[in-house]
């Protein structure tokens, strides 16, 4: 008689490693730098991917791409030679670059805890975004609270965003 081995299934979990930004604090911690200097970086496009997602021009909520704080830790003031298209892919969830094949056309959107994943910021951010108009619905979609309630924001939407608050 041969034992068999217990089968180990796999669950799909949302990535928890996908948070390709941070805030400032995160930066400082990192770079062990004071938030000025780190301004002074991506001021002085050391750093060159950052974000402000303030609601209002007046609230100042800024996210630095990873990957610039690890190519300046890895190399200083040296570009980096990222495009704002291989940028944008980064801040795409895993995976999601094939869901944009022209055989899944249905799926131009992003819910709004990939957009808070992606920004590193809370649930709520991206729901008042919506609601200010920085970021857009699909056409007739709505959200809610609880499952199956999440947003849906276009991609175009979410892409001219980030192109209107980047940091340079």
């Known amino acids: 008689m041969t034992a068999s081995l217990p089968v180990q299934k796999h669950l799909p979990l949302k990535d928890p ?16 730098l004071n938030e000025d200097y780190i301004l002074d970086l991506i001021a002085g496009k050391q750093i060159r991917f950052a974000w402000n997602i303030g609601l209002g021009k007046d609230r100042r909520e800024i996210r630095i ?9 890895a190399h200083g003031s040296k570009p980096d030679g990222l495009t704002e298209d291989a940028v944008f892919a980064l801040l795409l969830p895993p995976g999601f670059q094939s869901k944009l094949d022209p055989r899944h056309p249905d799926r131009t959107y992003l819910t709004n805890g990939e957009i808070q994943r992606s920004l ?8 008042h975004l919506v609601e200010s108009g920085d970021l857009a619905l699909e056409p007739k979609t709505d959200y809610g609270r609880g499952p199956n309630n999440a947003a849906r924001i276009t991609v175009v939407s979410f892409k001219a ?4 608050r980047r940091l340079k």
């Open 120 to 127: 590193n910021c809370v649930s709520d951010h991206v729901l």
């Open 161 to 164: 965003f980030l192109q209107s």
């Open 17 to 32: 490693t996908f948070r390709p930004t941070c805030g400032l604090d995160g930066a400082k911690h990192v770079l062990d």
């Open 65 to 73: 791409l990873r990957a610039s704080i690890d190519h300046y830790m």
